[in-house]
């Protein structure tokens, strides 16, 4: 009867502990998405950033034209004169994402924009990251810490940065691609499921449909499969989660055009391949030991692992050989620039002049994942007590992430996920401790409850055992006074060793340090919590389209970006051609609607660095080369008079060192002086007569007498000039963005006529008699 009201009881307990966990659950969707909301509040609902104006447009091109000819659909105004097949070099994942979900809504009758849900969808996707990272860390350490880890994640700030709304980027909806596939893998490893196993293999297809930084899964849960078999964890569980893995997720990865073959073609896959082998000869060795006997097992093991490495040394070959007839060895400019940091300063400027490949300060950690930083190593600790599968791929994914986002700041947003995980296990670990503690030194708290709420059942049934021999023995030790008596003397003295082998057992902490303890992790948690809504608030939801300035007469709104697209958009022809640098071409197609030569896909080095010469040759030449792309209009950001750091002219030393990668008559050391980049009255002349000084510094002495830069805090060297070869069309209200037209071409026609008429009739006769010559050959 006691039994089946405990577990009546235990049962209720369930029930309540799974409902709670659910509102709880929802609770942690709308922090993730209403946190995400500042930009919306403080600003408007707009596309934030660069690289999300073109997803956005490709989005409006898929809902329009549908997906057979977003397949197909060959871009003309971008990339002049080459063009870009947008179906064969785009992540489809977002794209196809929130096109669906734009056409379920209009299917519902529900009439949202494509901008709309565009603005929305990182904030959706937030939440629903939320719930795989709980999913993933119930998997390793229970509920309780899924939930602390959860809510960690919904807002720590390394996220906020690239899922805020208006922030349509892959990031937006590949971080939960992620955290939900290494979710399926460790469920898989738990369970021996072929069902999970699929969903695994299909979640990883969404994965590489999503992001390029699909090679990150591809190569940790490798090393995480033979990690375990170097340690002696092989287990049918660990084959079944990674052999249809490499089978099925390969073969799907295929189908995405941008991946195409190099899923199997590039050494940034060659990993998972091998690590494939090795474990179908592990298996092989583990199904032969079971039966045979042990001595034709020794015969065979010997046999099997000679074939073994032959076969392994024979891939290799073959993968060596493959690396080897690559000029990169079979590995992209990026990953070549994680596994050396330096390999993109030497050889691909391009890569390096992104900021977001640079690597992180330290203040950049504390900025991002907050107090993370100091339970990380906690929660290491706590994945070791016990060791299983599941917590030893949680501390390789925190060492391998750590790794990455050391090398390139933008990672700092795979390390988020991983830092929230061993956050929350460390959490949850400390708060069932410090309760524990508490709970049991409680004035009148029995053992046997104490014991049954730390789940030690052994000593629950010692001590139910010894009282139960007490109360049987009774009648005889009332015959018996002696040992009656020696029964009370002993008692005093066992019932504190079984106590004492319960607070060991539990790990019993004394009570005020308890309480000081779970003090001290609430204000952490308040900490966290009040950094998070003031960078989601402040640091974060700012668009880069509009941007304002606080000071003492209030606050101004800088639309300088969006008024010039508009310009252009009114002023120019449809088919006009616009250079700027590569930063600004997907705002200037999407927003403008004209065609640019180059944008931020950054495809072709050449086709940049042709740009980057022309910027830093002097006006006529690089007239001569704009005039060759069939350009109308050149457009240059400034920031000289209103103080916006990121300007062309800081940008402008990337532009020389792209350009004389390709063009060796462009040479750094020309524009520095005494390895100092300057532009003032040291500066070079060469520098001073480059069209990019040219462009931003045209009539600026104008605007306050002095042409004082307040980016670099000084008065300009050349401040008197003239162009000959373009003129001043556009300049916004705060000197943003400057927009000139390159000046037509000289007719020479007219020219060489008034020299024929100064010469002499005989000269006239023969000219005229000459064979005409064909201007195009």
């Known amino acids: 009867m006691a039994a089946s009201e405990t577990s009546s009881e235990t049962t209720l307990r369930h029930a309540f502990g799974n409902v709670l966990s659910f509102f709880i659950l929802l609770l942690i969707g709308v922090l993730a998405f209403s946190i995400r909301l500042f930009s919306v ?138 955290i939900f596939t290494f979710y399926l893998y460790i469920k898989t490893l738990n369970t021996g ?170 203040p950049s950690y504390f900025m991002d994942i907050n107090v993370l930083a100091f339970l990380v190593p906690a929660g290491i600790i706590a994945c070791f007590s016990p060791l299983s599968d599941a917590s030893s791929f949680v501390i390789l994914y925190i060492v391998t992430s750590v790794y990455f986002s050391g090398v390139m700041v933008r990672l700092m947003l795979v390390l988020a996920p991983a830092a929230c995980i061993l956050s929350g296990i460390a959490l949850s670990e400390a708060f069932e401790v410090f309760t524990r503690s508490i709970k049991f030194q409680l004035p009148g708290a029995s053992i046997n409850s104490q014991v049954s709420a730390g789940d030690n059942i052994s000593d629950s049934t010692m001590a139910h055992n010894d009282m139960a021999k007490t109360d049987k023995s009774e009648d005889t030790l009332k015959e018996r006074p002696s040992r009656k008596n020696r029964r009370k003397e002993k008692e005093p003295v066992e019932q504190p060793s079984i106590r004492s082998r319960i607070e060991k057992r539990l790990l019993v902490l004394p009570l005020e340090a308890s309480i000081l303890a779970i003090l001290l992790l609430v204000f952490l948690g308040a900490f966290y919590v009040v950094h998070c809504v003031w960078a989601a608030a402040e640091a974060y939801s700012a668009p880069s389209i509009v941007l304002t300035s606080q000071s003492h007469d209030g606050l101004h709104v800088f639309d300088d970006f969006r008024e010039a697209y508009a310009w252009l958009s009114h002023n120019t022809e449809v088919d006009d051609k616009v250079a700027s640098w590569w930063d600004y071409g997907y705002q200037t197609t999407a927003m403008a609607n004209r065609t640019v030569i180059v944008d931020n896909n950054t495809w072709n080095n050449t086709h940049i660095a042709t740009v980057g010469t022309a910027m830093s040759s002097p006006e006529k030449a690089a007239w001569e080369i704009f005039n060759s792309l069939d350009v109308k209009y050149v457009l240059v950001v400034f920031g000289g008079l209103v103080g916006y750091p990121s300007d062309d002219i800081n940008k402008f030393l990337w532009m020389v060192r792209i350009g004389g990668g390709v063009f060796p008559h462009i040479k750094e050391p020309d524009y520095l002086r005494d390895g100092q980049y300057r532009i003032d009255s040291e500066a070079t002349p060469t520098m001073l007569n480059c069209l990019m000084y040219k462009l931003s510094y045209y009539r600026f ?19 008197y000039f003239k162009l000959t070869h373009f003129e001043e069309v556009f300049t916004t209200h705060h000197w943003m963005v400057r927009i000139y037209k390159l000046k037509p071409q000289k007719n020479r026609i007219r020219g060489k006529i008034k020299k024929s008429k100064s010469k002499s009739s005989s000269t006239s006769t023969k000219r005229s008699g000459a064979r005409k010559k064909n201007p195009w050959h």
């Open 41 to 178: 509040i403080k600003y408007e609902s707009v596309i934030h950033e660069f690289d999300p104006y073109f997803n956005y447009r490709v989005t409006q091109f898929l809902t329009k034209n549908g997906i057979y000819d977003f397949w197909n659909w060959f871009d003309d105004r971008t990339w002049y004169p080459l063009g870009r097949v947008i179906g064969g070099t785009v992540y489809p994942g977002l794209t196809l994402t929130a096109g669906t979900i734009w056409w379920i809504l209009n299917s519902l009758n529900i009439p949202l924009s494509v901008e709309t849900v565009c603005v929305f969808t990182a904030p959706v996707f937030s939440a629903l990251a939320s719930w795989a990272t709980y999913l993933l860390t119930k998997e390793v350490k229970g509920a309780g810490a899924g939930l602390t880890a959860a809510v960690l994640l919904a807002m720590v700030p390394s996220y906020i940065s690239r899922s805020v709304a208006g922030s349509y980027d892959n990031e937006a909806v590949a971080i939960f691609a992620l």
């Open 701 to 719: 002495v104008d605007t306050d007498g002095k042409a004082f830069d307040r980016v670099r805090r000084t008065e300009i060297g050349k401040k």
């Open 193 to 362: 499921s072929l069902f999970y196993a699929t969903l695994n293999a299909i979640a990883y297809f969404y994965m590489v449909c999503s992001w390029g930084g699909y090679t990150f899964i591809i190569n940790l849960i490798p090393m995480h499969v033979l990690l375990c078999i170097v340690t002696g964890r092989y287990s049918s569980r660990l084959y079944i989660a990674y052999a249809p893995l490499v089978v099925l997720g390969t073969l799907l990865a295929s189908l995405v055009p941008v991946v195409g073959f190099n899923a199997v073609m590039t050494s940034e896959h060659f990993a998972s391949f091998l690590v494939f082998i090795i474990i179908h000869v592990v298996a092989l060795v583990y199904y032969i030991k079971g039966v045979l006997s042990p001595r034709m097992f020794k015969v065979a093991v010997t046999l099997v692992l000679s074939v073994g490495l032959v076969v392994c040394f024979a891939a290799i070959a073959v993968l060596v050989a493959l690396v080897a007839s690559s000029p990169t060895k079979g590995w992209s400019g990026r990953s070549l620039s994680l596994l050396d940091p330096t390999y993109a300063s030497k050889y691909i400027p391009i890569i390096a002049s992104v900021s977001e490949h640079q690597p992180p300060t330290w």
